[in-house]
């Protein structure tokens, strides 16, 4: 079946503007993470959707940083004024996160985002 | 707060030799994973490991978990080129709604 899916799989972008990257999830998971990883490191967490609402943004650096997930599907992570240390790969992962399920996080190709 | 400390983190060996990667986690865990990253590509799961004493196997490589040592170790046995790679260990907790903390990773490069 289709795993994870993220697009871009690129994006340059100039310091001080507006980026959305977009992750769809493996169908039935209710469960999706963002992760970032920066190069030479291993992915940092940043938020937690279980079905459509953010059970844990703890990890989202500042104010900055926004993501929905408005159907229980979908989720879209909008980063505003764009910096140059939001640089990296931001990484999407989907669990079936269930009783008979080991919450293993299955994760999409990523995005690496460049702010210039 | 959990913390996830990877040794070596970085490897370099021969074809044919037997290695061990190290990864030790501060607090207690769920359950603990091993993932591969080749350059440039996104996470392969390789080893969900759920209780102490819990061992797998895939191939050359060979995961085992001790969580009264709070350790896991990933072991390779015969190396073979295709296994050059980033490994990472990460741990969850239900606690921490399942979110993945993550040791720095091992760069394991085998040469013919």
């Known amino acids: 079946g289709a795993g994870v899916s993220q697009t871009p799989s690129n994006k340059v972008t100039e310091k001080g503007k507006y980026v959305e990257l977009r992750c769809d999830p493996i169908?039935?998971?209710?469960?999706l993470y963002w992760y970032r990883q920066s190069l030479g490191q291993g992915p940092e967490f940043l938020i937690y959707?279980?079905?459509?609402?953010?059970?844990?943004d703890s990890g989202l650096p500042n104010d900055r940083f926004f993501a929905v997930r408005p159907e229980g599907s979908v989720s879209t992570l909008k980063i505003q004024r764009t910096e140059r240390g939001d640089s990296a790969v931001y990484l999407c992962?989907?669990?079936?996160?269930?009783?008979?399920?080991?919450?293993?996080?299955?994760f999409g190709p990523g995005t690496r985002l460049t702010v210039t | 707060e959990l913390k996830v400390e990877q040794n070596p983190l970085f490897l370099s060996m021969q074809e044919g030799k037997n290695y061990t990667i190290y990864c030790n986690y501060s607090t207690t865990s769920d359950r603990l994973y091993w993932y591969r990253q080749d350059p440039g590509k996104s996470l392969e799961s390789l080893f969900v490991l759920l209780s102490n004493g819990a061992v797998k196997q895939e191939g050359r490589l060979m995961a085992s978990l001790d969580t009264k040592a709070r350790l896991s170790t990933l072991h390779i046995t015969a190396a073979v080129h295709d296994l050059s790679a980033t490994y990472f260990c990460a741990v969850d907790t239900e606690g921490s709604n399942y979110q993945l903390i993550w040791g720095a990773g091992t760069k394991l490069i085998i040469k013919p």
């Open positions: 992962a989907s669990s079936p996160f269930g009783p008979a399920s080991s919450y293993e996080q299955y």
């Open positions: 959707f279980q079905g459509t609402g953010a059970a844990d």
């Open positions: 169908s039935g998971h209710t469960a």
